[in-house]
């Protein structure tokens, strides 16, 4: 997932992800997600949480970072020592 300029700061994504991915860049002012991170909360729910809760859907897949779902499973997997 990535995070676009249309983001307006609210936060609401960041406690959201499962994973921790989310974050403040405080130099950029706007939130990031850490592709080694996300999953798109394969593992953790039916949706990626964070393009759910964000009241301006500035949160869009990232192509640059594109995996598949069993990929992003074993991702899950790993991040959480399963």
């Known amino acids: ?8 700061n609210c936060a609401a994504c960041e406690p ?5 991915a989310i974050s403040r860049d405080e ?3 706007i939130f ?3 592709p080694a991170l996300c999953t798109e909360c394969v593992g953790a729910y039916d949706s990626p949480r964070c ?4 009241p301006v859907d500035c949160i869009v897949v990232d192509a640059a970072h594109a995996e598949p779902r069993a990929e ?9 020592g399963l």
């Open 1 to 8: 997932m990535r995070i676009v300029e249309t983001c307006i």
């Open 16 to 20: 959201e992800c499962p994973n921790g």
């Open 27 to 29: 130099a950029a002012d």
């Open 32 to 34: 990031v997600v850490e």
């Open 51 to 54: 393009v759910e809760v964000c």
């Open 72 to 80: 992003l499973q074993a991702k899950y997997a790993r991040i959480h």
